[in-house]
């Protein structure tokens, strides 16, 4: 069964401080892996997007890595900011159809305090 | 910035009522979807549409209703509103190069 898991379910930081969330992963066979902020109330908004040939991309403070070897990708944020405080959703993408199947984790939710 | 919006953001309605979410993208998508999202939980497909004339369902079952007859809008309609229906739904468009991006979202509360 095709799933995405991340982790923590829920984190809170100290503003300035570093944080790295974790996405696990079996859909199969693998397209692209993106990373989404969703603020409370609103839609998410893409912070990156991954394919299998690449290990790491980042976007400002935002650093996203994938072993597509293992399925994990991860989301390191640095220096965080109030700001940063959402939901942070893993996608994950499929090539077994023409609609690009989205697997949709939970969700890790990120609170940053000053 | 992606311009692709939802309205209205936020409505409470009774049982029974018929409603329509709107959602419209001006960057010439032809792939649309709505999502259904209880809040702490994932996002579920419940609607998708390749282009105009084209709406499938998704992965959860929905009592809703979807049209597509021009590129830029896919509303959504519930024909009786019931209190399981309160949730948030997202709508969100692809673009050629896979990027999606979704709209503000619709917050529904049945009473």
């Known amino acids: 069964k095709n799933q995405v898991e991340q982790s923590p379910q829920s984190l809170i930081i100290l503003e300035g401080k570093n944080c790295t969330l974790q996405c696990n992963y079996t859909v199969s066979p693998f397209s692209n892996l993106r990373w989404y902020k969703q603020d409370t109330g609103r839609g998410p908004v893409s912070l990156t997007i991954?394919?299998?040939?690449?290990n790491t991309k980042s976007n400002g403070r935002y650093t996203a890595t994938l072993d597509a070897d293992t399925k994990q990708s991860s989301l390191h944020i640095t220096a965080s900011q109030l700001s940063d405080s959402a939901s942070y959703i893993c996608?994950?993408?499929?090539?077994?159809?023409?609609?690009?199947?989205?697997?949709f984790g939970r969700g890790t939710q990120l609170t940053v305090w000053p | 910035e992606a311009d692709i919006y939802q309205t209205p953001r936020y409505l409470v309605i009774g049982t029974g009522k018929k409603i329509t979410l709107e959602c419209s993208q001006t960057?010439?998508?032809?792939?649309m979807y709505w999502y259904q999202q209880d809040p702490g939980m994932e996002l579920h497909l419940i609607h998708y549409s390749y282009g105009v004339n084209s709406t499938e369902k998704g992965d959860l079952s929905s009592e809703s209703t979807v049209s597509r007859i021009r590129t830029e809008h896919f509303p959504l309609t519930l024909e009786s509103a019931r209190p399981s229906h309160t949730s948030q739904y997202l709508c969100?468009?692809?673009?050629?190069?896979?990027?999606?991006?979704f709209g503000p979202g619709t917050r529904l509360t049945v009473t």
């Open positions: 960057m010439g998508h032809d792939k």
């Open positions: 969100a468009s692809i673009e050629q190069g896979g990027e999606q991006y």
């Open positions: 991954m394919t299998f040939s690449e």
């Open positions: 996608v994950v993408s499929d090539r077994g159809s023409t609609l690009g199947r989205l697997y």
